[in-house]
């Protein structure tokens, strides 16, 4: 089994994340196991039963957040359809049947078709869309609760973008780096841009969880936002 296992994951590979399936580890380098940006959305949404997640690339969140006490459903959207058949691959081995994956390009896809959510869970996919704001606009009336993870732009290397939003301009991987975004270039928005947007998209309260600005891949931080006070 162990063997078979090992051909099926180097068949479907490279893989970014890590999993462990009957005491083994299979996959990519990198564990989600831990990741305490799980533990401060849980911290910041104790009490839901369904969640959007955003970008879910080969599901490692999305089987974390299923398990957790009282979530009854995931729905994780990811873009990238090799992803897709990874994460259902595993989905399969590990025996978790409320996460459902579905494909759709985020800088596209009409969020209102998903359906409504307790809460929405968008870790590692802002800082990947060339106009991150047009998704923060449409959050609000899938979901009360938004936690979100994303890089963001220092001031002293923003510009102006847009409707007096600032930011920086960031080049993506290419559609066959995993984790790029979908387009060539993404726009990293600074962290006040981000709070006024969300402020802005029907959020009457927002905060920073964490700030992190010297993260080792750029100033990082953890943003709650919520539609009732």
Known sequence: ???ELTSKFAELGPWIFQFRIDGADYGGAISAVGDNRVEQFFCFAPRIGTILELGSLEGAHSFILAKHPG???VLAVEGREMNLRKARFVQELLGIR???FVQANLEKNDLAAFGKFDAV???GLLYHLPAPWKLLEHLST???ALFIWTHYAAEAEA???ANGLRGKIHHEGGADEPLSGMSATATWL???SILRVLSA???AKTEVIHDDPAHSNGPAASIGARTTV
Do not use: H, Q, W
């Open 1 to 3: 089994m162990k063997t």
């Open 71 to 73: 979530v009854e459903r």
């Open 98 to 100: 409320n996460v459902d």
């Open 121 to 123: 869970f968008c870790c």
């Open 142 to 144: 899938v979901a009360p």
């Open 159 to 161: 510009r102006d973008i």
């Open 190 to 192: 600074t962290l006040e």
């Open 201 to 203: 998209s029907g959020y």
